[in-house]
């Protein structure tokens, strides 16, 4: 059984940084198709991150794509979402999710894709 804890998450203010962590036990982040996902109050879970590690690159949603950076530590088996140039928009629960699947791109916004997820980390970007 894989568990995934995220943390990191707190409040920040428009155009600070965060990074989020997804400590990753019961296997071995790269054995896994893994992503980030957020949501928002009212809103639908979406995807903001995610790969399948090997044979592709990581994909990132429009709205983050140069903000956001997914990565992986192998020796703390666990993975990061770096998160630069804050918005309000930004602001929801996010959350790491993770699938045996080798998902391909056209997936990774799947959430019943994902058969792993984590209890999630509030971010509030807010002055």
């Known amino acids: 059984q894989v568990l995934l804890v995220e943390s990191g998450g707190g409040l920040v203010q428009p155009g600070g940084s965060l990074r989020l962590s997804c400590a990753v036990s019961?296997?071995?982040?790269?054995?896994?198709?893994m992503g980030w996902f957020r949501q928002a109050p009212g809103k639908e879970r979406e995807i903001v991150a995610a790969?399948?590690?090997?044979?592709?690159?990581?994909y990132y949603a429009t709205a983050v794509k140069g903000r956001f950076t997914m990565s992986g530590d192998n020796a703390k088996n666990t993975v990061y979402l770096q998160m630069n140039s804050l918005k309000p928009e930004d602001t929801a629960v996010y959350y790491c999710?993770?699938?045996?699947?080798?998902?391909?791109?056209?997936?990774?916004?799947?959430?019943?894709?994902?058969?792993?997820w984590g209890q999630g980390t509030q971010v509030t970007v807010s002055s």
């Open positions: 790969t399948r590690w090997t044979g592709g690159s990581i």
């Open positions: 999710a993770a699938t045996r699947s080798r998902l391909i791109t056209s997936s990774y916004s799947l959430r019943n894709m994902y058969d792993y």
């Open positions: 019961g296997g071995t982040f790269r054995s896994y198709s």
